[in-house]
């Protein structure tokens, strides 16, 4: 087992004016298609989270009925000062650390992200029972980002074999669960798909159109829908106590009846709200060279207006709707409880994956500043591909063993 720590270096966020995000596919008659419900020779688990109130339970499975390895990368999209968001002022850190597992056949394996897994000390019951794959650091508190598995060899060259498959808990210390599933990229079996001179680069260009590709191509075009931002919870209204209260400002919890007094903060009843996580498909790890992918959307409320936004997106990026924009993805903007949202790369710029949670409130509790809320995460749709689509050739490059 091989464990490195390397500074990557530096990366910095941006957004234009109306901004969105979104991420992935799901399970595809095409086999070359990207997934989040079948095994692939690479998954990527776009959030995860040790920050002091969630941790990350991380679930792999080899799926096949031989040995499988898998050389992994957590990658740490944290700004510089994790007390300020990200921005050109506050770059994201990119620290990489790697690390290799072994899983027998059929063999599932879990750890929690803060903890790490080490080897032959696991008791019945705890996060680290069963067979050891081997050692596995742990993340260090406050770090927010991805981690990417990539099937390999016992040279640690990458191979194509499909038998990854993972999972991410996202846990509340409250109790409250997110979770979502991996996303799979699958390698070409085919003894006719094209090598590279640099085993350690995996071209993400195999699409339908294209056999002899390696590894499957981004989607084109992700397909978000999602509830208006700060819509209220009709749902909620129903089963629990939305009556209007302040969320934010000097006021916040107390009930209101217009914004104007809250202080700062806004009159809402039960609002749900939901963020965003993005990271591009393309990635240099060996060189060190962040990747930087500009997305354009196209957002249609219940009654078909279009809106527009766009975001760049360097290293990672979490943030919720109103953060990317304030206005564009509101409920009071869009006057709909839901809205469907198209997001495509511009022409050139790498592909992103990724994966979105929601947040519901009750405002039940009679301690006037603390709500229930419960976090949902999911994978969303994808659409053609970048390679067909706009001739991109995605890569990951990994750091030679």
């Known amino acids: 087992m091989r464990m490195v720590n390397r500074n990557r270096g530096l990366c910095m966020l941006g957004a234009a004016a109306f901004g969105v995000c979104a991420l992935v596919n799901v399970a595809s008659a095409n086999p070359s298609d990207v997934t989040t419900e079948k095994g692939g020779s690479v998954i990527i688990l776009p959030k995860v989270v040790w920050d002091g109130t969630r941790d990350t339970i991380i679930q792999i499975a080899n799926i096949n009925n031989l040995p499988a390895q898998a050389r992994c990368f957590y990658i740490d999209g944290g700004p510089l000062n994790p007390n300020l968001p990200p921005g050109p ?25 803060s903890l790490g897994r080490r080897v032959g000390v696991d008791s019945f019951k705890t996060a680290g029972y069963g067979i050891d794959p081997g050692l596995i650091p742990p993340v260090r508190r406050g770090f927010t980002g991805e981690l990417k598995c990539v099937q390999v060899d016992d040279s640690d060259i990458p191979v194509r074999g499909n038998s990854l498959k993972g999972e991410a808990t996202l846990r509340r210390f409250d109790g409250d669960v997110s979770k979502y599933n991996a996303i799979a990229l699958r390698g070409n079996n085919d003894p006719n798909a094209e090598v590279n001179a640099n ?20 989607p084109n075009t992700l397909i978000f829908d999602h509830i208006a931002y700060e819509a209220p919870d009709l749902v909620v209204d129903q089963i629990g106590n939305c009556d209007p209260r302040c969320y934010g400002g000097t006021n916040n919890g107390l009930a209101c009846a217009n914004t104007s007094e809250c202080g700062g903060g806004k009159c809402l009843s039960c609002p749900v709200t939901t963020n965003l996580t993005l990271v591009p498909c393309d990635e240099d790890i060996e060189n060190q060279v962040p990747s930087s992918s500009t997305v354009q959307f196209a957002i249609w409320d219940e009654f078909e207006r279009r809106f527009s936004s766009s975001v760049t997106v360097n290293c990672w990026l979490s943030a919720e709707l109103n953060q990317i924009h304030p206005n564009a993805f509101s409920f009071s903007t869009l006057g709909t409880f839901s809205a469907h949202t198209r997001i495509t790369p511009n022409p050139g710029a790498p592909g992103v994956l990724g ?8 405002n039940s509790n009679q301690l006037p500043s603390v709500f229930f809320s419960a976090v949902a995460a999911y994978n969303l749709e994808g659409e053609g591909n970048r390679f067909d689509g706009s001739g991109v050739t995605d890569t990951i490059v990994l750091p030679t063993p």
């Open 89 to 113: 002022t506050n770059p994201q850190l990119w620290n990489e650390t790697d690390f290799n597992i072994f899983l027998t056949k059929q063999q599932p394996t879990q750890w929690v992200a």
């Open 199 to 218: 085993p350690n680069q995996l071209n993400l260009d195999w699409t339908q159109l294209n056999g002899v590709g390696q590894y499957s191509a981004c």
């Open 355 to 362: 994966v979105a949670e929601e947040t519901r409130r009750d």
